[in-house]
């Protein structure tokens, strides 16, 4: 064969497959979010059209790739989570990162229209991906807790601080009153300051996305031209919390 001389180039490719066994979480975020979502006015602190184009393109990515448990999804961030057993491309990580950042991104601009239907998309939005096994349960259950635990700090902070901003304080000022305190000190400010009741924010802004398979009905026209009822199942997007047992006990069939 001609190419024969070239082809031990090939030797030089890193196998990359990832341990047998672990969970694999591929965690996607957006590249310079405060600056694109400056750009395209989203709403602060939460933009609940922006929000919801995430999770349109994370639903995206689970139809595309079956093998995904869950995902969970904050700001400009979704986590994708593949079973132990998993031998999608043979587990290899690059093929799976890539695949899985690139159907996400190419979703996102798919769908931003439907999403932003009066803001012309005017910056390339881009997403780095990583990959992180977790050899247990309890590993897989504590990433997903870290997430949502993320979620509550920093909207509990971005809710107190663009209130602050926006009753007139500056930047810094708003910073240097919120430094360092507590839970507590911000629900409070919230509550006698703004009348905001934090507990009463829509629970997508405090709580985040989860999405599952869930059983969805649907209506099938027949060869004969009746309707038939039929269900499947499609990816789901819940706002809870994962952290305590109740999530996991009520879809157990997750760590099955
Ligand atoms: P890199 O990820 O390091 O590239 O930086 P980044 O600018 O994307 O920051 P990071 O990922 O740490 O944080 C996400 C940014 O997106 C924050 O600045 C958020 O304010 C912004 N963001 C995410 N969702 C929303 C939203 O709904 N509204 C607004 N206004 N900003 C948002
Ligand atoms: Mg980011």
Request: proline residues 4%.
């Amino acid at each position: 064969m001609a190419c024969s001389q070239f082809e031990y180039v090939k030797q030089y490719e890193t196998d990359d497959r990832m341990l047998p066994g672990c969970w694999i979480v591929l965690r996607l975020d957006g590249k310079g979010f405060t600056k694109f979502c400056e750009l395209h006015c989203f709403e602060k602190p939460n933009d609940v059209r922006a929000l919801c184009l995430m999770d349109a393109a994370a639903q995206a990515v689970m139809r595309e790739f079956q093998d995904i448990r869950l995902a969970f999804g904050e700001s400009d961030e979704y986590s994708f989570v593949f079973p132990r057993e998993c031998q999608l491309y043979g587990r290899r990580c690059s093929k799976l990162v890539s695949l899985v950042a690139s159907c996400f991104t190419a979703s996102y601009v798919r769908l931003w229209p439907q999403h932003l239907p009066d803001t012309p998309l005017a910056a390339t939005p881009l997403f780095d991906a990583r990959a992180v096994l977790y050899p247990s349960d309890r590993a897989l259950r504590d990433y997903l807790s870290w997430r949502q635990a993320d979620t509550h700090i920093n909207n509990l902070y971005n809710t107190c601080f663009w209130a602050l901003v926006k009753s007139g304080k500056t930047n810094t000022e708003a910073h240097t009153q919120l430094q360092g305190t507590l839970a507590d000190y911000k629900n409070e400010l919230l509550f006698s300051q703004f009348g905001l009741n934090y507990n009463a924010l829509p629970e997508r802004f405090r709580k985040g996305s989860v999405i599952l398979r869930q059983r969805v009905k649907h209506v099938k026209q027949t060869a004969d031209g009746r309707s038939k009822e039929k269900e499947r199942l499609e990816p789901c997007v819940l706002h809870c919390d994962i952290i305590r047992d109740h999530f996991w006990q009520q879809h157990a069939e997750l760590l099955a």
